[in-house]
């Protein structure tokens, strides 16, 4: 099946900076997910992506879908503590004439933002 | 509107033990997905279920099964539990078209094998 790669694994920044993960496929994605998980909590989507070159915003996040379809990145602007979480990336792996799918995720980045 | 609901949230079974867990998709979704979250593995497809039928099945052995009820409610359960099969276990549901749009999880039941 289908792998992401998701990097980096961590990242500890201080409150206000700037944030950059993105994730890489072997395979071409026609859509791309960014999910955000809580302690004890299940991912929740922040964006979505259908179009290749497409650049989305929501608030402080913005992420763009790599013109290959086999990336894509999610920046966070001004961090703040409630950012910390991890963030996931997620495909969906098309079977069946399109209207089969299961989701593949990355393996997320664990973001810590120190006050 | 009434989000993804699984119960229950937490719980510790024996190894050897079943369990079953359960699934409430947000009304009007038809279909249920079921993932197992695990620090090393991250997050891992077990299957996904659209109008009481499996239509996508991961890499799980045969003691990992689930069903799905004609409300759209899904039930996943897990014999001869392993130490291994401790993990948070999530589900997602989503209108079941061709689209990942609504794709929502619920918040999990974390469940640990001793």
């Known amino acids: 099946g289908q792998q992401l790669n998701q990097s980096p694994q961590s990242m500890f920044i201080q409150e206000g900076e700037d944030v950059s993960m993105n994730c890489t496929s072997s395979s071409i994605f026609n859509t791309w997910l960014w999910y955000k998980q809580d302690p004890g909590e299940g991912p929740v989507l922040l964006i979505a992506l259908y179009k290749a070159g497409e650049l989305t915003s929501n608030g402080r996040l913005t992420a763009q879908f790599g013109i290959t379809r086999k990336d894509s990145f999610l920046n966070i602007s001004a961090s703040i503590p409630s950012d910390v979480g991890i963030y996931f990336c997620?495909?969906?792996?098309?079977?069946?004439?399109?209207?089969?799918?299961?989701?593949?995720f990355g393996k997320g980045t664990l973001l810590t933002v120190n006050p | 509107k009434a989000g993804v609901t699984q119960t229950p949230r937490y719980l510790i079974k024996t190894r050897g033990q079943q369990v079953t867990l359960s699934c409430s998709p947000i009304s009007g979704h038809r279909s249920v997905s079921w993932y197992q979250q695990t620090p090393g593995q991250g997050l891992q497809f077990l299957f996904e279920y659209f109008s009481e039928t499996q239509r996508n099945k991961g890499n799980f052995p045969g003691r990992f099964s689930g069903r799905q009820f004609s409300n759209s409610r899904s039930e996943m359960n897990v014999s001869t539990l392993e130490l291994g099969d401790s993990a948070l276990y999530l589900c997602?549901?989503?209108?079941?078209?061709?689209?990942?749009?609504?794709?929502?999880f619920g918040s999990g039941t974390r469940l640990t094998v001793v």
């Open positions: 997620a495909g969906p792996e098309v079977r069946g004439g399109g209207s089969n799918y299961k989701l593949t």
């Open positions: 997602a549901s989503s209108l079941g078209g061709g689209s990942v749009y609504g794709y929502t």
